[in-house]
């Protein structure tokens, strides 16, 4: 099996695994359950649960225990598309090449779609303890990196000072702090979450963290270059969206070339820091590698 063949095995199982988790939709309130699968079962390449799962591998984790947390870190994510989709954000018609959830539901659906999923998350993550009950330590640690990187000093953190920053030139501090929170953070979570489950040392988590913070920051310059380079029908939401809404980017900021260049540099750093750990996963680094060389 080539690593495309095993990365499409791999997207499946994650979805059964989101399938297992969401509400079934019944009730008076049935509607949010249905807006809430519309998007967690939009497709996407499912890249947090898969990097939390090859992570929680490769320290040698082997539990159920992880599964919970895959739906959560995807629930989390998918919320975040729903928000920033809304006419008061970015103003999108089309994620992952089908509407936008306000544009089927309505935007205050959008937003109670967005709310539920992050409610849900963590109730959802919060089944580990009923699945490994010798455990609740670690269960506990993962819980707090995941409130953590999901808000204020992560991906909502940085979310508002993107908001604060459109339609205004920034430097280069202020960009990657951006990048850092509203994209890295879910992907250090990720990361740091599978490692914490299978019983990694904290210095370990921090070389994890330190890795995923790179990686995070090269998939955004990436998408940079992507929204200029690419289309619609390959990424399957619109591009030159930076520009609609007068975003600063990298390749605003420092040019096309220099920004190809920042996602090689980080890129090598990101793989150094994960060989350094002296673990085996050669899906994981390959997966790496594919994400920030994406095309789409």
């Known amino acids: 099996m080539n690593f495309n063949e095993l990365r499409e095995a791999k997207v499946t199982e994650i979805e059964n695994i989101l399938r297992k988790y969401l509400p079934d939709s019944s009730g008076h309130q049935e509607k949010i359950m249905e ?23 490769m320290f040698g984790g082997t539990g159920k225990i992880i599964e919970p947390f895959m739906a959560a870190i995807e629930m989390i994510h ?10 008061a954000m970015d103003n999108d018609d ?4 089908r509407k936008t959830t306000h544009i089927v539901y309505g935007e205050a659906m959008g937003i109670l779609a967005g709310d539920a999923l992050l409610n849900y998350a963590f109730e959802t ?9 010798d455990n609740g330590y670690l269960i506990g640690k993962a819980l707090q990196i995941l409130g953590r990187k ?20 920034v430097d280069k501090d202020v960009l990657d702090f951006i990048y850092d929170l509203k994209t890295g953070a879910l992907i250090e979570a990720s990361m740091m979450i599978g490692a914490i489950l299978a019983g990694a040392t904290e210095q370990e988590v921090k070389i994890i963290e330190s890795a995923a913070k790179k990686v995070g920051l090269a998939f955004q310059i990436q998408d940079d270059i992507l929204d200029v380079t690419s289309t619609k029908e390959v990424l399957g939401k619109p ?9 600063t980017t990298y390749v605003t900021l420092e040019g096309f070339d220099q920004a190809k260049e ?30 920030i060389y ?3």
Do not use: C, W
Not at 94 to 97: K, P, S
Not at 125 to 133: L, P
């Open 294 to 296: 994406r095309e789409k």
């Open 125 to 133: 993550a919060s089944e580990a303890f009923d699945m490994d009950r």
């Open 35 to 57: 807006a809430m699968e519309y998007n967690l079962m939009a497709g996407g390449k499912r890249i947090r649960p898969m990097l939390m799962k090859e992570t929680y591998e």
């Open 94 to 97: 089309y994620r992952r090449g």
């Open 150 to 169: 999901a808000g204020i000093y992560g991906m909502i953190g940085g979310q508002v000072v993107d908001v604060a920053a459109s339609g205004k030139a």
């Open 78 to 87: 998918t919320y975040s598309l729903i928000h920033d989709d809304l006419p």
């Open 262 to 291: 920042q996602v090689e540099i980080l890129s090598t750093e990101a793989i150094d820091l994960m060989k350094g750990l002296n673990r085996e996963n050669l899906y994981l680094m390959t997966l790496l590698e594919k994400l």
């Open 239 to 247: 591009i030159h969206s930076d520009e609609k809404n007068e975003k």
